[in-house]
């Protein structure tokens, strides 16, 4: 990319903090692109040599949405792009993600796939493979590297290029919920008719979590389905509703207990849901650690679930602190 195209971006990546993973994503980025601009939103304040063209911004404990939108309107780029702390770039994504403007120009936003690196962790390993299977991410092709450029439904935030000027007058993500902000804004720009495009060139490679920050992941999902099914209905928020009903149906037991019927027609559902666990994990298994896959599955499969029911009952700052980065 040439220094002039390259001052055609901003990336703007939210953290709680600057740690490890935030240092190996700047210093990934500065290894392809010495000239953007990059806007750091963190909870507290950093030093950051001014020399490195990056600029700090302290928010306090805000959520995700909250901070990009704020780095969103201090930006005077013609792109901005969105990438995780823990998520880092092995080439120049940045270079596919030009092209493709250039290419199309009705295309306003492009994203690529988040691919997981790779772990001796076998934790890290078995939730990269349950995140290829649909019930956990709903559009997979979005795991896979290649060369196709298609319009798709749905772009993950984590690996996101959009036009500043459509950013700002869409109304930017949703800045009052914790997790899932991006499916705000997906649901306004395709109400607007814009089209989403993915570039599968253009991919980062995202961390992967162990099983218990997964779970707190799949848990955290759930409990914002109810928020989004109501307030902005779509294909996604729809399936992140759906995500939960698993755990919903165990919770029906006490309802069809005294009824013989009702209770053969439950133990039936029961069994092919139990069968599917069992095969999923089968699917998923690697190195022999079929109990782990099991697990993995159910913690899979249940988490939304009891996300949204723990919802109805604790505060949103409760559920905000379970949601931490790992």
């Not at 306090?60 to 939108?69: D, E, L, M, Q, V």
């Not at 459509?166 to 008719?193: C, F, P, Q, R, W």
């Not at 902005?232 to 755990?247: I, K, M, V």
Request: aromatic share 16%.
């Amino acid at each position: 990319m040439q220094k002039k195209d390259q001052k055609k971006f901003t990336i703007i990546i939210p953290s709680k903090i600057f740690d490890d993973n935030l240092e190996n994503c700047i210093k990934s980025i500065r290894k392809y692109y010495k000239l953007i601009k990059i806007i750091l939103v963190l909870d507290k304040k950093k030093k950051i040599d001014k020399n490195k063209n990056i600029k700090v911004v302290t928010t306090g404990s805000k959520t995700i949405g909250y901070k990009r939108n704020l780095a969103a309107k201090l930006t005077n780029s013609k792109f901005i792009t969105f990438i995780d702390s823990d998520a880092f770039p092995k080439h120049k994504w940045l270079d596919s993600v030009l092209k493709s403007f250039k290419k199309f120009e009705d295309i306003k936003i492009i994203g690529g796939p988040n691919l997981s690196p790779s772990s001796k962790e076998i934790e890290k390993q078995l939730v990269a493979r349950v995140r290829n299977l649909p019930f956990v991410t709903f559009d997979t092709f979005i795991k896979k590297r290649g060369i196709i450029e298609k319009t798709v439904n749905f772009l993950p935030a984590c690996n996101f290029t959009i036009n500043r000027e459509t950013y700002l007058k869409i109304g930017g993500m949703v800045d009052d919920i914790y997790s899932g902000e991006e499916m705000a804004l997906i649901k306004k720009l395709k109400d607007k008719n814009y089209k989403l495009l993915l570039n599968c060139k253009s991919y980062v490679y995202h961390k992967e979590r162990n099983f218990k920050h997964f779970f707190r992941q799949r848990f955290i999902y759930g409990s914002t389905a109810l928020y989004y099914i109501f307030k902005y209905p779509c294909r996604e928020t729809f399936f992140l509703f759906f995500s939960t009903f698993p755990f919903l149906y165990l919770l029906a037991f006490p309802v069809v207990l005294y009824n013989s019927f009702f209770l053969k027609i439950y133990f039936s559902i029961l069994i092919i849901l139990f069968v599917f666990c069992i095969l999923c994990a089968v699917k998923i298994n690697l190195k022999n650690n079929f109990f782990k896959s099991f697990k993995l599955i159910i913690l899979s499969v249940f988490g939304p679930g009891i996300g949204l029911a723990s919802s109805l009952f604790l505060n949103k700052n409760k559920m905000k602190k379970l949601y931490t980065q790992k």
